[in-house]
């Protein structure tokens, strides 16, 4: 036998060998697994599953459907408001807030740039809903509304139709190019909210009021409205947040925040739940790019409710407030809290000179604790409560002083004739319209530490605070942090003088004020003046 021979041989062996072991290896597998299945099939015997509940699949829930079905619900009372006006020609008019002009106050750089001016396409700038100068002296907006009673009155948003020369409505269904005129029913500043009516030969389709409170972080919502001039255009989204306030000089605003996509054009638009209900109006976004951004604010419907009510079931058709002229924190201060004391409360930070808590003998510092017996925890529950009561009724306001408590009764004054320099306007025995409310100017004192910055005497004149939007104050050029120091040649040296001799000006009268105008090296001293409409 040779070698070759030896080595098949050989080969022969080891593959019978290799084949054995794998043959053996695959017998242990099949044993160490049957014997671990049987002590698995015991395990199991060994449970009584007898208690436990079988589960269920839901069957699939058609959201897409619910969306469709609330958009059409809705959709018939949801109105497209184009209105049109024509601006005064005026070379004095400024931003609002620079008292030099040749600016914006904000830099450029507000995310809440629309909120105000030219806010979702409304009222500025003589531009088309899709961009662009349509030239002409008559500039166009737009906006949305919803109908909220059959006979046609309509919710929108104040800066939907402030200062229109006319307002124009399109209704779901209507043919091209029909569009009924409008008229103005009353607004409120406040809340930035305006009622509206059309008269129509049938009746309308209205919208179903909901409850704003039993919304929840979470829920789904629909915007419906016209932007940028899509008619009937629907998103969906959830509500963000509640109780959002982003401008702490409106103490009645209090937004619903939803990631729906609201846009130029929706302003005054309903936001809807998934019932087919009217739970807020949609009314600004925050925006760095004049579009969507994923955050929009809606008005609680709550809120509204009471402003529509108010302005349609009074004759003056106005909204009415109580106050008693004290100011506060916006925001809640622990270190306030602190300082003076307050466990809980509101600590107050002004008080209205000549004003209901002043007469009262509320002082700065003083805690309100409660109203007629009613714990305050913060200033919204302080607002709530007083700004419902009636003007001239009297209430009980407890609060803390050095430790001690006290309380007073102290006669609660309409909000808007306390505050008539930035409330709404209002009409005087004669029907002429207050001349602060007419001149759009809300004005302080000034104090000792103030007159040394602006570096004027002790009191002397008084610094305007605030200015109405497309009031007389701002077509003749005034601006926040201007001081006014005569009116008509009478010298103003407290806000007293102020009301005085302002409210002494008729409409059609000539009125000059002489104001010092900026700060330091860039102040000047010159007039302003114009013939009250």
Same mark, same amino acid.
């Given at each position: 036998?040779?070698?070759?021979?030896?080595?098949?041989?050989?080969?022969?062996?080891?593959?019978?060998?290799?084949?054995?072991?794998?043959?053996?290896?695959?017998?242990?597998?099949?044993?160490?697994?049957?014997?671990?299945?049987?002590?698995?099939?015991?395990?199991?015997?060994?449970?009584?599953?007898?208690?436990?509940?079988?589960?269920?699949?839901?069957?699939?829930?058609?959201?897409?459907?619910?969306?469709?079905?609330?958009?059409?619900?809705?959709?018939?009372?949801?109105?497209?408001?184009?209105?049109?006006?024509?601006?005064?020609?005026?070379?004095?008019?400024?931003?609002?807030?620079?008292?030099?002009?040749?600016?914006?106050?904000?830099?450029?750089?507000?995310?809440?740039?629309?909120?105000?001016?030219?806010?979702?396409?409304?009222?500025?700038?003589?531009?088309?809903?899709?961009?662009?100068?349509?030239?002409?002296?008559?500039?166009?907006?737009?906006?949305?509304?919803?109908?909220?009673?059959?006979?046609?009155?309509?919710?929108?948003?104040?800066?939907?139709?402030?200062?229109?020369?006319?307002?124009?409505?399109?209704?779901?269904?209507?043919?091209?190019?029909?569009?009924?005129?409008?008229?103005?029913?009353?607004?409120?500043?406040?809340?930035?909210?305006?009622?509206?009516?059309?008269?129509?030969?049938?009746?309308?389709?209205?919208?179903?009021?909901?409850?704003?409170?039993?919304?929840?972080?979470?829920?789904?919502?629909?915007?419906?409205?016209?932007?940028?001039?899509?008619?009937?255009?629907?998103?969906?989204?959830?509500?963000?947040?509640?109780?959002?306030?982003?401008?702490?000089?409106?103490?009645?605003?209090?937004?619903?925040?939803?990631?729906?996509?609201?846009?130029?054009?929706?302003?005054?638009?309903?936001?809807?739940?998934?019932?087919?209900?009217?739970?807020?109006?949609?009314?600004?976004?925050?925006?760095?790019?004049?579009?969507?951004?994923?955050?929009?604010?809606?008005?609680?419907?709550?809120?509204?409710?009471?402003?529509?009510?108010?302005?349609?079931?009074?004759?003056?058709?106005?909204?009415?407030?109580?106050?008693?002229?004290?100011?506060?924190?916006?925001?809640?201060?622990?270190?306030?809290?602190?300082?003076?004391?307050?466990?809980?409360? $509101?600590? *107050? !930070?002004? +008080?209205?000179? /000549?004003?209901? =808590?002043?007469?009262? @003998?509320?002082?700065? &510092? #003083?805690? %309100?604790?409660?109203?007629?017996?009613?714990?305050?925890?913060?200033?919204?529950?302080?607002?709530?409560?007083?700004?419902?009561?009636?003007?001239?009724?009297?209430?009980?306001?407890?609060?803390?002083?050095?430790?001690?408590?006290?309380?007073?009764?102290?006669?609660?004054?309409?909000?808007?004739?306390?505050?008539?320099?930035?409330?709404?306007?209002?009409?005087?025995?004669?029907?002429?319209?207050?001349?602060?409310?007419?001149?759009?100017?809300?004005?302080?004192?000034?104090?000792?530490?103030?007159?040394?910055?602006?570096?004027?005497?002790?009191?002397?004149? $008084?610094? *305007? !605070?605030? +200015?109405?939007? /497309?009031?007389? =104050?701002?077509?003749? @050029?005034?601006?926040? &942090? #201007?001081? %006014?120091?005569?009116?008509?040649?009478?010298?103003?040296?407290?806000?007293?003088?102020?009301?005085?001799?302002?409210?002494?000006?008729?409409?059609?009268?000539?009125?000059?004020?002489?104001?010092?105008?900026?700060?330091?090296?860039?102040?000047?001293?010159?007039?302003?003046?114009?013939?009250?409409?």
């Amino acid at each position: 036998m040779d070698s070759s021979s030896t080595l098949r041989d050989r080969m022969r062996s080891h593959r019978f060998l290799s084949t054995l072991l794998v043959v053996a290896t695959l017998f242990v597998g099949i044993l160490i697994g049957t014997i671990i299945q049987r002590g698995v099939k015991g395990a199991t015997r060994g449970v009584n599953s007898s208690d436990a509940a079988p589960l269920k699949v839901p069957a699939p829930q058609q959201l897409s459907s619910a969306f469709s079905q609330v958009a059409k619900q809705l959709e018939p009372s949801v109105v497209n408001i184009n209105t049109e006006s024509t601006p005064k020609a005026n070379p004095h008019i400024r931003r609002r807030g620079n008292p030099q002009g040749g600016g914006d106050d904000n830099g450029g750089g507000d995310p809440f740039q629309d909120f105000f001016d030219r806010f979702f396409g409304g009222q500025g700038g003589g531009q088309s809903p899709f961009g662009g100068d349509q030239g002409g002296a008559t500039e166009h907006s737009l906006g949305s509304g919803v109908i909220v009673d059959s006979k046609g009155y309509i919710i929108t948003n104040q800066h939907v139709v402030d200062k229109a020369d006319r307002i124009r409505v399109k209704l779901d269904g209507d043919p091209p190019g029909v569009q009924h005129d409008a008229k103005v029913v009353g607004t409120d500043q406040e809340t930035d909210l305006a009622v509206i009516k059309i008269d129509v030969d049938h009746s309308l389709t209205a919208a179903k009021l909901g409850n704003s409170d039993s919304m929840n972080v979470g829920d789904w919502v629909l915007a419906i409205g016209s932007p940028f001039a899509l008619e009937e255009t629907v998103t969906a989204g959830i509500v963000s947040s509640k109780g959002r306030e982003i401008d702490g000089r409106r103490q009645f605003q209090r937004f619903i925040q939803t990631d729906a996509a609201i846009n130029p054009g929706n302003s005054g638009g309903p936001l809807v739940n998934m019932n087919s209900e009217v739970i807020g109006i949609n009314t600004a976004i925050f925006t760095e790019s004049g579009g969507y951004q994923g955050i929009g604010f809606a008005l609680p419907s709550n809120i509204v409710a009471d402003v529509y009510n108010q302005i349609t079931g009074s004759p003056e058709h106005k909204v009415v407030r109580g106050s008693i002229g004290v100011a506060f924190s916006a925001q809640p201060n622990p270190a306030i809290a602190r300082v003076y004391g307050a466990k809980s409360g $509101v600590v *107050v !930070s002004s +008080v209205t000179s /000549g004003g209901p =808590a002043d007469k009262a @003998g509320l002082k700065i &510092g #003083d805690t %309100i604790t409660t109203v007629n017996g009613k714990p305050i925890k913060n200033g919204d529950e302080l607002v709530n409560e007083i700004s419902a009561e009636k003007p001239g009724s009297k209430i009980k306001i407890g609060y803390e002083r050095g430790g001690k408590t006290q309380e007073a009764s102290v006669e609660v004054a309409d909000r808007a004739k306390l505050y008539g320099a930035t409330a709404n306007e209002e009409e005087s025995n004669n029907e002429e319209q207050p001349v602060a409310g007419k001149l759009g100017l809300s004005v302080r004192g000034i104090t000792p530490d103030m007159a040394d910055r602006l570096g004027i005497p002790a009191n002397k004149g $008084v610094i *305007v !605070s605030d +200015v109405k939007p /497309g009031s007389f =104050a701002e077509d003749i @050029g005034f601006g926040r &942090g #201007d001081v %006014i120091l005569e009116v008509n040649k009478q010298s103003v040296n407290s806000e007293e003088d102020f009301r005085r001799i302002t409210g002494q000006l008729k409409s059609g009268q000539d009125v000059v004020f002489l104001v010092r105008q900026g700060r330091g090296r860039n102040a000047s001293t010159g007039f302003l003046a114009g013939t009250l409409p």
